[in-house]
């Protein structure tokens, strides 16, 4: 018995965010984080796959190129530079958070406004939607946490709210806004002071007057500054703990507020991406659409990156490096699997409409989030695992409603 229209567009958007949400695990490999590497040499190696990688469906499609194809990619290459800019301004969740709220936003408003799209129950819709965007935002935020002095009578509060907390003297000290990520200071008390600034005018005499900088750097922490300096063992061991330490450093609000207008670029964008798809004739639809998106892919990539790399230098910034041996190989795998969700989302797209097909693929925040719990163990707080599960169930409900009711 063959599916249904409907039945193959769930199945393809349930399948669009299982590898969305896993399309970053090859790249949060230690070594490739350690390198650091430019978000546009990432996309190379992203665009190279889904070139690739697209081809297998000639295999069993006839090729029917469409200059659409051509547009999608021109909307999804610089999407993904702004997302892995966005996070390295203000972090994974809250970029995701936002980047997934707007993606759904767009899409419905391109699915009902632009190509009138029709709807079932318009309010019921509207509740699946309220509650997809509150899982997004409540799985995107539950591990994170901002002080809050709450009355003596709402202190009970702390024990439920995931996302508050307590003030804490190291934590406080570990997450001032202008503190630089990469060297936190280390304080010592009057006596110890003294007692080094004494050191340090010996030290004038001697032939190499070298003054020993006190910092604590991290990640990459060579001597064990417990050792010289006791008073500091607390805020080491803090830094032992992601949760509680460098990982809840607040950006300086310049940098948070552009990270926030590149997540929402990001959205619309990500939003807009299958517009195109929408746009071709119906014998372009679906796969060989697919051909389409690589062939433009590869285009804008050929154009993108070079001026990219020029603005670089001129910037004074130099080349980047592609760390071919740390990076291609994690690069091209999550290509490829990034690739794998795209075409569920055609598909997805083809046969629930922009208004529906797209905004369900965005549950890959779920599975983003689960893979961080099970692989990284980037959420270990029971209260923010608890607020996990419980904000996924109303993602899952926000499913539900659309896919009965819209």
């Known amino acids: 018995m063959s599916l249904s229209e409907s039945a193959i567009g769930y199945l393809a958007a349930g399948g669009a965010a299982f590898f969305y949400g896993s399309m970053a695990i090859p790249i949060k490999l ?20 889904v070139f690739c990688s697209s081809w297998i469906v000639v295999l069993f499609q006839p090729l029917n190129f469409s200059w ?19 996070i390295n301004m203000i972090g994974m969740a809250l970029t995701a958070g936002i980047w997934s709220g707007t993606t759904i936003l767009v899409s419905f408003l391109w699915g009902t406004i632009i190509f009138k799209e029709s709807i079932n129950n318009w309010f019921l819709t509207i509740i ?11 799985i995107a935020l539950c591990n994170q946490q901002w002080k809050i002095t709450l009355p003596p009578n709402w202190k009970f509060l702390y024990k439920f709210v995931s996302c508050i907390r307590e003030d804490d003297p190291v934590q406080e000290n570990l997450t001032q806004p202008d503190t630089p990520l990469e060297t936190i200071s280390c304080e010592l008390n009057p006596t110890d002071r003294e007692s080094h600034e004494l050191e340090n005018k010996q030290q004038t005499t001697e032939p190499e007057p070298e003054c020993e900088t006190i ?37 300086q609000k310049h940098v948070y507020l552009m990270g926030i207008l590149c997540a929402m670029g990001l959205g619309i964008l990500y939003g807009s ?104 163990r980037e959420i270990t707080r029971p209260l923010a695992i608890i607020s996990f599960f419980a904000y996924a169930l109303l993602l899952l409900a926000g499913d539900v409603f659309l896919s009965l009711f819209a």
């Open 68 to 86: 659409y194809g051509i547009l999608g990619a021109g909307l999804w290459v610089p999407a993904s530079v702004l997302a892995i800019t966005a």
């Open 215 to 251: 910092q604590l750097e991290w990640p990459n922490e060579s001597d064990s500054l417990e050792q010289k300096y006791p008073e500091a063992k607390v805020l080491n061991q803090s830094m032992e703990q992601p949760e509680k330490s460098v990982m809840n450093v607040q950006p």
């Open 30 to 49: 230690p070594a490739v984080i350690k390198a650091n590497v430019d978000p546009m040499v990432f996309q190379c190696y992203y665009s190279f796959a």
């Open 128 to 138: 699946g939607l309220i509650l997809l965007l509150s899982g997004i935002g409540g």
């Open 273 to 376: 991406m299958m517009v195109p798809a929408k746009l071709v004739s119906e014998d372009e639809q679906g796969f060989p659409y697919v051909v389409s998106f690589a062939i433009g892919a590869a285009i804008v990539t050929l154009i993108d990156a070079p001026l990219y790399f020029g603005i670089q230098i001129f910037r004074g910034k130099g080349t980047p490096d592609f760390c071919f041996k740390v990076a291609a190989i994690p690069g091209i795998v999550s290509g490829l699997v990034w690739n794998a969700g795209n075409i569920c989302s055609i598909f997805a797209v083809k046969y629930l409409g922009m208004a529906i097909g797209f905004p369900l693929t965005q549950t890959d925040l779920l599975v983003f989030g689960f893979w961080g719990m099970l692989l990284y």
